[in-house]
């Protein structure tokens, strides 16, 4: 196929196991409908177009479909739907989305449904899970995860895959049948899994098929009777197979799949692929719990990533914090740096270094020559960006590296000082890989004469290695920080008297990084027990649904609503540890835009928007990053707006003059006008209102953090955030912020940028 031809998302057509209804949105009347109803139902199709939906369902599914239809409704909800026909009951599991003009109502029959079977899956998710927890390895984890899925489904393979950043994959744990070949540790081309398979799978969809050779169920008609269009069925779980998925899995004997994607951070991070040699068909609940399972290992699988990475970050903050401290009293910051030998080298993992200071280069450990080190100095020099320049791959950016690619296929070059030549280079070795491929990767690609692109099955999956030249193990993000802070204590050491040293040391004393580093790891892992609670409470209450009272009910759908509210509570510290390690993009912002884009987002956002805006002269042009100042303004215009009982509510936007009226500084909880003649004095914007104002005692306490004056009801709830978070943009720009207020009158936001 094409590389961009279009996905089977708009074919039209469906897998046979299920049923396809296409339903127009305000009526809810059947537009289309799958082929196969006389065998699913025992109606023929045609007996089904332009017909009410009640023609199947009974008054209660209808009021039920229609509620979930009310409501802000996203993505797929199963609910149980009984069919009453002549040739008797069918009970289905209904699947309901909504497209962009249409929806989308996909039955799925159920086989056997009893509440002994739904405790007998949830009892294997709670032992797989309870399994899981016990492994601490991330590999061993991840084999268990597959044992777990085959138990949960039967298949005869089931793979975790991993993807790069390229979109290739590898298989990196596996259970399988004994007389089935292995396929841990081969690589897949990033054909294999095109690209917007791939944006399907990020955004958290699976795929289940029972029989790839199965013939596809057209829609009738095949265009919608609303659009014109084939019905898009990219979230339809029925949607049928395309040619192309079909013709490669016969090629290496499988008959039915099922995919799970694993999604972490929103970035897709793999697969639990699972691969039966024969038709097989595996009932909805199961393919939920294997859902919900994938959902536990992201969340557990990136807590033991972090506890690894947060392992070495310690380590090497510990070894820098004794090199710093040797650095600092030392007289000659040479020997501080090369002697003992291994200090500098453990600082990053690194096999050899070259210090240069000036025109004296000192080598330690594995290295090129000082004349090899010098010329590569002068070609890297070019390369540098924000002091630092690092690759894995030096051979292939810089050819005479191949003379010395044993000791230096890595490189990572830190510019402590343009002007006096001060640098440090640090080498890693060449590392040989031999990489197995899942048969040649270049098969499935084929460029025409005029340059199109076309992908086709690969007929060989037999073991196909490659070797890897030239390239070193790639630098860590923690390493190439290390790195970045040694930079910064050798200049507030050495250059305490430049300019350069005024800026860090301005830096250094508004961030506490370790801090912020241990808010955000503290927060990160408060998220997996949450998950937790909330996931066996949601599956709980879906479970036990008959068996419960109302007032169990109440009480567990109170517990998820704490969880959600906890999580919220913890993004916004995760959102606040990370301003305190985000570096600012500093450019030339016309504020008139950002307000403009603040406004227009919040009419769209609060449909109760009804302030008039005040805005009494054009605002400034400032240096300032523009993201951070945008949320700044959303913060305070929402504030105003929340809290606010007035009938005729208004806003002011603007800043004060320097010269005439005078500038404000801050004071104790208040603001204190001053004369101000100097040029350099930072520009003072505010935002007024007249809301409900603020009390004296509390202008003290309103920045601090989950500080709220009202209860968590009361003015459209929230976090108790915005305005701690609003404090740390605002000097992270080097400015303050304070407000004035009067309850019942209104309250000024004042703020600088420097």
């Not at 955000?520 to 408060?526: E, F, G, N, R, V």
């Not at 305070?636 to 809290?643: D, G, Q, T, V």
Request: net charge neutral; aromatic share 8%; proline share 4%.
């Amino acid at each position: 196929m094409s590389h961009d031809r279009e996905l089977i998302y708009f074919s039209g057509s469906i897998q046979p196991h299920g049923i396809l209804l296409v339903l127009c949105d305000s009526e809810l009347k059947i537009l289309q409908v799958s082929a196969n109803t006389q065998a699913h139902l025992g109606i023929p199709h045609q007996n089904l177009l332009n017909q009410p939906l009640d023609t199947l369902l009974d008054t209660t599914q209808i009021q039920a479909i229609s509620k979930c239809l009310s409501k802000d409704f996203i993505g797929i909800n199963p609910m149980k739907i009984l069919i009453r026909n002549p040739g008797g009951d069918r009970l289905f599991n209904g699947l309901l989305h909504r497209t962009t003009d249409v929806i989308v109502l996909e039955l799925e029959p159920i086989i056997s449904q009893t509440q002994e079977n739904f405790f007998s899956i949830s009892a294997l998710v709670k032992g797989a899970i309870a399994q899981l927890q016990q492994v601490s390895g991330s590999s061993e984890f991840l084999q268990l995860v597959t044992q777990q899925v085959q138990n949960l489904t039967g298949f005869d393979r089931v793979m975790v895959y991993q993807f790069d950043s390229q979109g290739a994959g590898k298989v990196i744990a596996e259970t399988k049948r004994d007389n089935l070949p292995s396929y841990l540790e081969l690589h897949y081309p990033a054909t294999d899994i095109p690209k917007p398979v791939r944006e399907s799978y990020k955004r958290g969809m699976s795929r289940f098929i029972p029989n790839l050779s199965a013939q596809a169920i057209e829609l009738v008609p095949q265009k919608n009777q609303v659009t014109q269009q084939p019905p898009d069925l990219s979230l339809a779980v029925l949607r049928s197979v395309d040619s192309c998925c079909v013709e490669y899995h016969q090629n290496i004997g499988v008959a039915a799949i099922m995919v799970v994607a694993l999604v972490k951070n929103q970035t897709l991070w793999g697969l639990i692929s699972c691969h039966h040699q024969t038709p097989k068909f595996v009932p909805y609940e199961i393919r939920e719990a294997c859902e919900l399972l994938a959902q536990f290992v992201v969340s557990e699988l990136t807590n033991k990533v972090d506890r690894e990475e947060l392992d070495y970050i310690v380590k090497l903050r510990a070894l820098q914090s004794e090199f710093v401290e040797s650095i600092s009293q030392a007289d000659n910051l040479k020997q501080a740096l090369v002697n003992p030998a291994p200090r500098l080298l453990d600082l990053v993992s690194a096999q050899g270094a070259a210090v240069c200071l000036e025109d004296e280069i000192t080598l330690v450990g594995l290295t090129p020559t000082v004349e090899q080190v010098r010329d590569l100095i002068d070609w890297a020099d070019a390369q540098v960006s924000n002091a630092l320049f690092h690759t894995n791959l030096l051979p292939k950016l810089y050819p005479e590296a191949l003379a010395f690619k044993d000791v230096a296929s890595g490189l990572l070059l830190l510019q402590i000082s343009k002007v006096r030549r001060y640098y440090i280079l640090w080498f890693r070795p060449e590392v040989l890989q031999t990489v197995n491929w899942a048969g040649n990767p270049n098969a499935s690609t084929t460029v025409e004469a005029d340059g199109t692109v076309t992908l086709s099955p690969r007929q060989s999956f037999q073991r196909w290695q490659q070797t890897v030249r030239c390239t070193s193990l790639p630098w860590k993000t923690c390493e190439l920080k290390q790195a970045l802070d040694l930079r910064n204590a050798i200049v507030g050491i050495v250059l305490k008297k430049a300019d350069e040293l005024a800026q860090i040391n301005r830096e250094l004393e508004r961030s506490n990084q370790e801090l912020d580093s241990f808010a955000y790891a503290a927060s990160h892992d408060l998220k997996e027990p949450l998950r937790g609670i909330h996931n066996f409470s949601t599956l709980l209450l879906r479970g036990y649904e008959s068996v419960l009272d109302d007032v169990g009910k109440s009480r567990l759908q109170t517990l998820i609503r704490l969880t959600r509210r906890m999580e919220s509570l913890i993004d916004v510290l995760l959102k606040f540890s990370r301003l305190g390690q985000a570096e600012l993009h500093y450019v030339s912002t016309d504020l008139n835009l950002i307000v403009n884009k603040v406004l227009e987002d919040l009419r769209v956002s609060r449909p109760d928007f009804q302030a008039q805006i005040r805005i009494p002269r054009p605002l400034p042009t400032v240096e300032c990053d523009p993201v951070l100042i945008g949320e700044v303004f959303t913060n305070l215009l929402s504030n105003a707006l929340k809290y606010n009982n007035k009938a005729e509510k208004w806003i002011e936007i603007g800043y004060l003059d320097k010269e005439g009226t005078g500038d404000w500084v801050l004071g104790t909880g208040k603001s204190q006008k001053v004369n101000q003649q100097s040029s350099q004095f930072p520009i003072t914007f505010y935002v007024k209102d007249n809301g409900i104002g603020i009390r004296e005692r509390h202008l003290e306490i309103i920045f601090r953090l989950f500080k709220r004056l009202h209860e968590q009801h009361l003015y459209g709830g929230g976090t108790g955030a915005g305005l701690t978070i609003t404090k740390k943009i605002i000097e992270r720009h080097g400015g303050q912020i304070w407000v004035e207020s009067t309850v019942d009158v209104g309250s000024t936001f004042y703020f600088t940028l420097t």
